[in-house]
C-alpha cells in the first residue's frame, strides 16, 4: 500500500507521535531520550484520558468516597460524628485541584525541556511519512499512533433523548444525583457506582452479564456485589437493557430481567459499558491501514500496523485499556519504530497486572481460575483469606481472598487474584515474583513487617508450602521427637 504514495527524499522528524495520553507520552519520552528527533501532536489536553478524564479524577473521587465512608463507619471505630453530606461542587473542585497538581509530569513545558517538539492541534495522515498539522505538513521516518479511546454508547432507543453522563462529562457534574443509575458492571461502573452511593447517591447498578467484572472469576463478582449491596446499591445483574423515556437528565430505563420487565427511574444516568478507539479524522482510511472487529487498530506483535512504519499503542490499540499497558505498549513501538531496522522486539503481555479500585479492590495478574479451565490448563489454587490477616482485622477491613495458581506440584506462580485491602498495592510483590521467576518458597522465606497487609502474600505461601511438605518428613520427624523424649 505505501508503494501508493511518494516516500519523501529527506525527512523533518525521525518519529511524530500522535496524541499525548500515557502511550503518546511515554514514546515520545523513549524517542528524545534516544536523541531521536520527535514531533508529538495533541489535540486537545496534554495527558489525555488517564489525567483528565480517566484514572487520576476517578482515583480522586473515590478519595473523597472513601472519607465519607469512614466517617458513616465513625461508631464502629468508638467515635461519634454527625451524618455525612457531599457537597459534591466541592469534591470535584478538589479531583480538579488533584489534576493541577499532577499536570506538570505531562505538560508541555516538561516535554519541551526533555526534547519533545510539542504541537497543538489535530494529526491527520496523508501518506506513511507525512502528517499533517494544520496547515503544516510534517515528514518522518516513522508514526506512532496513540490517540487513544473514547466512551461507547450503547443503541437503545430512547438514549438519544437522555443527557447521559459517561467517563468524559461525569467530571463537570456540580450537584449530587439523588437518584444514579449506572450502566455497565465493568471497571469504571463499579468504582464510580460504589464511590457515588457513598457521596450519598441511591445507586442503581444494572450489568448484562450473570456477575460484576466479568473478566474476574465469579467467587469476585459475587464478593463485590455483596459488598455493593451491604452498601446500600442495587445491583441487578443478568438484566438487559431494553430501552430509555423521557428527555434531558433524568428518565427511565426499562430492563428485562429474568424474563420480567423492570422500570428504573433515574435522575442522572453514568453510561460504563465501553470505550472505543479514537480513529475519526486521523486519515487511516486513505492509507488503508487496517482495524479489527471492534474498531481498534490492527497491529503485530511488535506494535506495527498494517503500514510497516505506521505504529500503534494504547488504547487506540488495545487489547488492554490501561494506563501501564499503553504505557509498556509505547516502549516497544518507540523502540522497534526508530531501530525496527536493526533489531524488533515482540511486546510482551505475560506478566501484567491491573486492579480495580472499589473497596475490596480487585488486583490480578496472570490466569485466574476460570480461564485455566478454559484453557484446559491444569493448576492447583492455593488461597489465603483476609478475615485472617491480623492487619487487616485491626483496620475493620478483614474481607477478601488471595488465590495464587501454580502448575501442580510446582512452586512458580501462573496468576494471582488478590480481593482485599489495597490489593493492588499488596499484589505487587507476588507480581514481581512472577516476573523473574520467584517461587513462593522465596515469598515465603522473606521477612515482612508486622503487621501489614502484604504479610497476606507470605501467609498464601506457606498456605502452599504446607500442602507440599512431603508427609514421609513429618512421620520421621514425629518419630525423631519421639525418641528424643525417650
Ligand atoms: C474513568 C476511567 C478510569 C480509569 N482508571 C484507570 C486506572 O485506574 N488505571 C489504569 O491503568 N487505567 C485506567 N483507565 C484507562 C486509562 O485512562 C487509559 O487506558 C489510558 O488513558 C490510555 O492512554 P492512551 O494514551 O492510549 O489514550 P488517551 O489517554 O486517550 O490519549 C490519547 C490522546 O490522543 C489525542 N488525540 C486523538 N486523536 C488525535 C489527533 N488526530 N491528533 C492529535 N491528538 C489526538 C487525544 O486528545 C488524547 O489526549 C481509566 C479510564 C477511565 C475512562
Not at 162 to 189: F, H, K, M, Q, Y
Not at 358 to 368: C, H, Q, S
Not at 416 to 422: K, R
Amino acid at each position: 500500500m505505501s508503494g501508493a504514495f511518494r516516500k519523501p527524499r529527506r525527512f523533518d522528524a525521525n518519529l511524530v507521535v500522535i496524541g499525548a495520553g500515557s502511550a503518546g507520552l511515554v514514546s515520545a519520552y523513549i524517542a528524545a531520550a534516544a536523541k531521536a528527533k520527535v514531533v508529538l501532536v495533541e489535540q486537545h489536553r496534554m495527558g489525555g484520558d488517564c489525567l483528565n478524564t480517566g484514572c487520576v479524577p476517578s482515583k480522586a473521587l473515590i478519595r473523597s468516597a472513601r472519607a465519607a465512608n469512614n466517617i458513616r463507619r465513625a461508631a464502629e471505630f468508638g467515635l461519634r460524628a454527625g451524618p455525612v453530606e457531599a457537597d459534591l461542587a466541592a469534591v470535584m473542585r478538589r479531583v480538579q485541584d488533584v489534576i493541577a497538581r499532577i499536570e506538570p509530569h505531562d505538560s508541555i513545558e516538561r516535554y519541551t525541556g526533555l526534547g519533545v517538539e510539542c504541537v497543538q492541534g489535530s494529526a491527520r495522515l496523508l501518506s506513511p511519512w507525512e502528517v499533517a498539522v494544520g496547515e503544516r505538513v510534517i515528514t518522518t521516518r516513522a508514526i506512532v499512533i496513540a490517540s487513544g479511546g473514547e466512551p461507547a454508547l450503547p443503541a437503545l432507543p430512547g438514549i438519544d433523548a437522555i443527557e447521559t453522563l459517561n467517563s468524559d462529562s461525569l467530571w463537570s457534574l456540580a450537584t449530587l444525583p439523588p437518584r444514579l443509575l449506572v450502566l455497565g458492571g465493568g471497571p469504571i461502573g463499579c468504582e464510580m457506582a460504589q464511590a457515588f452511593q457513598r457521596l450519598g447517591s441511591a445507586v442503581t447498578l444494572v450489568q448484562t452479564r450473570s456477575q460484576l467484572l466479568p473478566r474476574e472469576d465469579p467467587e469476585v463478582g459475587a464478593l463485590l456485589a455483596a459488598r455493593f449491596a451491604a452498601d446500600g446499591i442495587a445491583v441487578l445483574t443478568d438484566s438487559q437493557p431494553l430501552r430509555f423515556t423521557g428527555t434531558g437528565p433524568a428518565g427511565a430505563l426499562t430492563i428485562n430481567r429474568n424474563g420480567a420487565e423492570q422500570t428504573i427511574a433515574f435522575d442522572r444516568v453514568l453510561v460504563a459499558t465501553g470505550r472505543r478507539a479514537r480513529t475519526t479524522g486521523l486519515g487511516l482510511e486513505v492509507l488503508g491501514i487496517e482495524r479489527n472487529a471492534d474498531g481498534t487498530l490492527h497491529t503485530n506483535r511488535y506494535l506495527q500496523t498494517t503500514q510497516p512504519n505506521v505504529y500503534a499503542c494504547g488504547d487506540v490499540t488495545g487489547p488492554y485499556q490501561l494506563t501501564h499497558a499503553a504505557a509498556h505498549q509505547a516502549w516497544y513501538a518507540a523502540t522497534n519504530a526508530l531501530f525496527g531496522g536493526w533489531r524488533r522486539f515482540a511486546v510482551d503481555y505475560s506478566v501484567l497486572p491491573w486492579a480495580v479500585y472499589t473497596e475490596p479492590e480487585v488486583a490480578r495478574v496472570g490466569l485466574n481460575e476460570t480461564e485455566a479451565r478454559a484453557c484446559s490448563i491444569a493448576v492447583e489454587v492455593t488461597r489465603f483469606d483476609f478475615d485472617d490477616l491480623d492487619r487487616a482485622i485491626t483496620d475493620g477491613a478483614a474481607e477478601g481472598v488471595v488465590k495464587v495458581l501454580t502448575p501442580p506440584g510446582s512452586e512458580l506462580i501462573l496468576g494471582v487474584t488478590t480481593v482485599g485491602p489495597h490489593a493492588g498495592d499488596t499484589q505487587a510483590e507476588l507480581v514481581l515474583a512472577m516476573r523473574h521467576g520467584l517461587g513462593l518458597r522465596k515469598v515465603l522465606g522473606t521477612i515482612h513487617s508486622y503487621p501489614t497487609l502484604s504479610e497476606s502474600n507470605r501467609a498464601v505461601a506457606g498456605a502452599w508450602q504446607r500442602a507440599h511438605l512431603p508427609p514421609w518428613l513429618l512421620q520421621l520427624a514425629e518419630r525423631y521427637h519421639g525418641w528424643r523424649r525417650g
